[in-house]
Each structure stands twice: as structure tokens, then as C-alpha cells.
């Protein structure tokens, strides 16, 4: 059996050519809510992107981002939406840096316009009120008075567009790969890393390594493609937790955050949804591994050994059968890396993936690598 969703999708992406801010600054004083310190003056320049039309009703936007920003320089990517054009305020989705010497990467809670609100890393839009255009912005910020001899740039900018799922029931077929690409029936040499190992490390960082399974993922499929910042998996984990720790949210699970920090290394990075595992299944044929998000209960996916409202693995390949092999962070709970490498039940994994996490996927890999080609109406 294998399950898919319905959920429209649509993924707006821009290339660093096409997000030109310009030359043109204006003043702007920023208080960092998470320093001890007095607001700071700063010159912003910004982009926006045209107003996009959508076919159906938006129920959620997702913007993911790769970019510079050295010295004193950092950015803020923000959205708005509605249902004759692009008229709600715009609602700030992220401020961030690559290190945190000039202001603590944050997420923006407690906003809300025209029926929708900011969830973290996600803007929720109520269906009724039929949001049907969008537009992003993003703004590029460096202190008053310096001149970095290299300035702030976005390198690549995309905003994932959603609908309401509805529901579509499991359809089954002779064999779980059936539809899938023959060369998906393999398993990719990525690293395996145990998030268990740093566990009650740094627990300023979300509660410690046993909470890190998004950057221990990510760890993983940058080491992959060569790109790691450090040389040993033992720092790895805990740099990347560093550098995707989300000061608002108190955690390091912030998925655009996350997919900047992979951009870092010079790889393109950026947060999607897709709607089977046939269509993941084109990424592990091309030589892509997936991050991607799952949630169950402990009888729900057989062999995990633990329960989860949210959790990130890295999908590296199928079996003969269809059955998803996966880089589980979480090792069954055990502090070895040997526990990482698993295989779980094509079907229940979908349902973990598809039903109880809505088919997230941060999609990594250098420039040079092509992605599969997308049947219709996917979203990379």
C-alpha cells in the first residue's frame, strides 16, 4: 500500500540575480529582544517580490532562504497575503544572521492579520478567508556608519504556498516501488549520526542533544555532499545546533533556519512539501537525500522504540519491498551511531510523514547537482 495527498501546492522561487534590493537605504533602529543591550541604528535596504496569483486557497506559507551576512549585517524575510491582492500586513517571519554576534536569530510569535497568524516558521491562513494572492519581502540590514567591505546578499529566496489536504484515501498496488523509479531501490552513503550522543549537551540549546534531531539531520546530508564546517561528527551536531538555535521558539526545529545554515557551505537549500514517497523516491534516484518531518506514537511506527509530536530524519534510499531507509537522529534512543541506519514500513512511514507532519522536506544539495524532473503539480 502506499499513500498520497492531494494538498495544491506551489513553490515560488528567486534566484540571488532576481532579488535586487537596490542601492537605496533607509533608517531603521532595531531593539534585539534577546540581548541585554540598547537598540542599535541601522541602514536597510529591501525587495519585494511581485504579487503572485494562486488557483486555490492558501492555508499556509513557508519562506526559506540562503544568504551572506557578514560583519554587521543581517536580514528579515516577511509575507503577506489575501484574497483580492496582496493587502494584509506583512508578517515577519524571521530575522537571522549566520552567527549571532550581531543579533540572536529569531522567529517573530504573537502575529496575526487578516486571518492569519505566525507559527513559528509557518503562517497559518484560515481557509474562509480565501487567500488567493501572496507576495515576500525580504530586507537586508547593516549598522549606520559601517561599510562592510562585502555586503549582505541573498543567494537564493523561495516561498512555499499550501492548500487545505483533503484527505485523500490510500490507494493500493501490487508492489511498494511500483511507481517509483528503479534506480530509488538503493540506499545513499550518508553519515550516520546519533543526536543521543550529545544528549544533556548545552541544554541553553533547546534542552540538549536529545532535542537536536533537525540539525543532527542536517548535519548528516551537509557532511554528505562534502560541505561540513567542522572535521569530526562530534562537533558537527553541536556547531549546527548553534547556528539554527531559534531564540524565540527556544529550539533548534525552526525549518527555514535550518535549511539557511546547510546554504552556508555553498549549498542550495530550501524547505517544500511533497505528496508521496513515488515523489521522494525521485530524489534518491537523482543521489538527493531528504530531510523530512514525522510524527507518531510509539504503536504507530514499528521498531522506532519512542513517540514523537515532531521529529526530522533524513530519508537515504528504499528497499526491494518499498520500505523507507532512513538516518534516524534518534537511534532508538540509544547513544551510538551504529543504531542510526533503519528501516521502517513504507506505509507507516508515510502516514508519520504525510498525515501527521503534512510532508515537510528540506531539500540540500550543491549547485552543481541537478533536481529530478517534477511531475505535475509537485512542488521543487
Known amino acids: 500500500m502506499t499513500l498520497s495527498t492531494t494538498r495544491p501546492l506551489r513553490l515560488l522561487r528567486w534566484s540571488a540575480a532576481e532579488v535586487d534590493p537596490g542601492s537605496g537605504e533607509t533608517p531603521r533602529t532595531y531593539a534585539d529582544p534577546h540581548a541585554d543591550a540598547p537598540p542599535v541604528d541601522y541602514h536597510e535596504r529591501f525587495w519585494e517580490s511581485p504579487v503572485t496569483a494562486l488557483d486555490f486557497d492558501v492555508t499556509s506559507l513557508i519562506a526559506s532562504w540562503t544568504a551572506r551576512t557578514p560583519g554587521t549585517s543581517w536580514l528579515e524575510v516577511a509575507v503577506r497575503g489575501g484574497a483580492v491582492s496582496a493587502d494584509s500586513d506583512w508578517l515577519v517571519v524571521g530575522r537571522w544572521a549566520e552567527t549571532t554576534e550581531e543579533i ?3 522567529s517573530v510569535p504573537g502575529q496575526a492579520s ?11 491562513v484560515e481557509p474562509e478567508m480565501h487567500w488567493r494572492h501572496v507576495q515576500l519581502r525580504v530586507s537586508l540590514l547593516r549598522r549606520a556608519g559601517e561599510h562592510p567591505d562585502e555586503p549582505a546578499g541573498v543567494e537564493s529566496l523561495t516561498l512555499l504556498v499550501s492548500g487545505a489536504d483533503d484527505e485523500a484515501p490510500t490507494t493500493s498496488y501490487p508492489s511498494g516501488t511500483e511507481l517509483q523509479p528503479a534506480e530509488s531501490v538503493r540506499v545513499l552513503d550518508v553519515p550516520t549520526y546519533s543526536q543521543q550522543l550529545h544528549r544533556d549537551l548545552l541544554p541553553e540549546l533547546g534542552g540538549g542533544g536529545q532535542n537536536w534531531c533537525s540539525p543532527t539531520s542536517v548535519s548528516m546530508v551537509v557532511d554528505h555532499w562534502g560541505a561540513g564546517p567542522v572535521a569530526t ?4 551536531v553541536p556547531y549546527a545546533a548553534r547556528h539554527t538555535y531559534d531564540f524565540a521558539y527556544t529550539g533548534t526545529g525552526n525549518w527555514p533556519f535550518n535549511a539557511a545554515y546547510a546554504g552556508r557551505f555553498g549549498l542550495d537549500a530550501f524547505v517544500t512539501r511533497l505528496h508521496s514517497l513515488e515523489e521522494a ?5 537523482a543521489g538527493i537525500p531528504l530531510v523530512l518531518g514525522i510524527a507518531f506514537t510509539k ?3 514499528d521498531g522506532a522504540g519512542y513517540a514523537t509530536d515532531g521529529h526530522l530524519v533524513v530519508l537515504v534510499g528504499f528497499d526491494e519491498n518499498g520500505d523507507v531507509i532512513v538516518n534516524d537522529p534518534a537511534s532508538h534512543q540509544r547513544r551510538s551511531d551504529d543504531d542510526v541506519l533503519t528501516t521502517y514500513r513504507r506505509e507507516q512511514f508515510a502516514q508519520s510523514w ?6 515537510i522536506a528540506y531539500v540540500i544539495k550543491p549547485p552543481h547537482v541537478p533536481l529530478p524532473p517534477a511531475p505535475s503539480g509537485a512542488a521543487w
Do not use: P
Not at 233 to 236: F, N, P, S, V
Not at 281 to 285: K, L, Q, R, Y
Open 354 to 359: 504525510l498525515r501527521r507532519s503534512s510532508g
Open 104 to 106: 540572536h536569530r529569531t
Open 299 to 301: 504503536e504507530q511506527l
Open 233 to 236: 561528527a562530534a562537533e558537527a
Open 281 to 285: 523516491a525521485h530524489f534518491i534516484a
Open 114 to 124: 487578516a486571518g492569519a497568524r505566525v507559527a513559528t516558521d509557518e503562517v497559518l
